[in-house]
């Protein structure tokens, strides 16, 4: 059984998504082709796409160093998404240009060499972005865990500074 899991916004229309039980998905093609598959792997931040004959494996790579793949015989280069812009660049021109939306990504710009798994990209480096997202908020959890104890414990035992009255000693 599949679950819809997501769409895929393009000029022709909204696409449904689905989740195959061994965990890609599977994104509609145009009307004249044959579906694409996405799968992201957040451990190892990888991102593969599938469409018939053709098998794309994108290694992301940390800041410091640059993420490169190969497709239909070019080299792109994909700029870190830390900050919500989208930009995969093929010797130093634009590729692929978009941002991080708060339900996705848009692609703003695709190069015509790209077009065919526009779809696929899209929707994998939304996976991406949703993945580094969730990062965040592990890492910044005991920091907000340490906020919320205080503002609680502020709650209960009343804060002097709010309630100057409360601080005072009786005479």
């Given at each position: 059984m599949r679950e819809q899991h997501g769409k895929v916004r393009t000029a022709e229309g909204i696409v449904?998504?689905?989740?195959?039980?061994?965990?890609?998905?599977?994104?509609p093609a145009p009307?004249?082709?044959?579906?694409?598959?996405?799968?992201?792997?957040?451990?190892?931040?990888?991102?593969?796409?599938?469409r018939p004959g053709v098998h794309l494996s994108i290694q992301f790579r940390g800041e410091t160093e640059h993420t490169v793949f190969e497709f239909g015989g070019r080299t792109y280069e994909v700029a870190t998404m830390d900050f919500g812009a989208i930009s995969i660049k093929?010797?130093?021109?634009p590729a692929v240009q978009?941002?991080?939306?708060?339900?996705?990504?848009?692609?703003?710009?695709v190069a015509p060499d790209l077009q065919?798994?526009?779809?696929?990209?899209a929707f994998g480096l939304a996976l991406r972005s949703d993945a580094i997202s969730k990062g965040f908020w592990r890492e910044d959890e005991p920091f907000l865990e340490g906020i919320k104890e205080r503002i609680e414990t502020d709650?209960?035992?009343?804060?002097?500074?709010?309630?100057?009255?409360?601080?005072?000693?009786?005479?």
């Open positions: 449904e998504v689905q989740r195959s039980p061994d965990g890609t998905y599977e994104v009307a004249d082709g044959q579906p694409g598959r996405v799968k992201y792997d957040d451990e190892h931040d990888v991102l593969e796409i599938e093929d010797a130093g021109r978009g941002h991080v939306t708060v339900s996705g990504v848009r692609l703003l710009s065919p798994i526009q779809r696929e990209l709650l209960l035992e009343g804060d002097a500074r709010l309630h100057p009255e409360r601080g005072k000693s009786d005479e």
